[in-house]
């Protein structure tokens, strides 16, 4: 048994516990939180504040260690898995004839060139002439899912972004930017979101911040 997977040192609340079940269902933490009990209305919140505890996210990890040890899931498959789908050719599974028509040849794949297949239908007719025809059609998995899947595993690339803060006419922030970057801050539209704000906090009158407790995880 592998480290993240043993026992853990103290056993989470029977609610907290069954949330985390739930959870590895489908990773839906608000559903989660609605079947373990907690009302409609605040599932949202609660799912959100189970998935930040700490004891909570320990027991995710736990739990999904088990599953990938009983399953054998390992890292290395997902990857070679998707490595196959990744670099899949459709001449591995097609003939170009002289005349430029082609035709399906299955029999002469290479190993494991079946897994990158998602579909293989036959579809049989008769001609006019009363001779059977059969129709051969299959369906590659998604090539440029399974290299965006795998970059981003392997580490190969990360999205940028502009994380950026500018208050009301604050040209020194803008003036460091590059043009890329500052079409990026301008298709945010966070200009006209700061201009809505100004608005709002004019109108609105002050409110004392008021905490309310959420319900019990016990």
Request: with cysteine.
């Amino acid at each position: 048994m592998t480290p993240s997977a043993a026992k853990p040192t103290k056993p989470l609340p029977p609610r907290r516990a069954a949330f985390v079940s739930e959870y590895l269902v489908d990773l839906n933490a608000s559903r989660a939180a609605r079947d373990v009990g907690y009302a409609a209305k605040s599932a949202s919140a609660e799912g959100s504040r189970l998935i930040a505890n700490p004891e909570v996210q320990a027991e995710i990890t736990r739990q999904r260690a088990i599953l990938a040890e009983q399953s054998n899931v390992t890292p290395e498959k997902i990857v070679a898995e998707l490595a196959v789908i990744a670099f899949s050719d459709l001449g591995d599974y097609i003939r170009i004839h002289p005349d430029g028509t082609a035709s399906i040849e299955l029999g002469n794949m290479p190993p494991g060139a079946t897994r990158a297949i998602a579909s293989l239908n036959t579809d049989t007719s008769r001609t006019a002439a009363d001779k059977q025809v059969t129709k051969l059609r299959f369906k590659l998995h998604d090539k440029h899912a399974a290299l965006v899947s795998l970059a981003k595993i392997l580490g190969m690339f990360q999205e940028s972004s502009v994380n950026l803060t500018i208050e009301s006419h604050d040209s020194t922030k803008l003036a460091v930017l590059s043009t890329e970057d500052l079409r990026r801050v301008l298709d945010s539209g966070v200009f006209d979101n700061q201009a809505d704000t100004d608005a709002e906090d004019a109108e609105r009158p002050c409110l004392r911040e008021v905490n309310t407790p959420s319900e019990s995880d016990e």
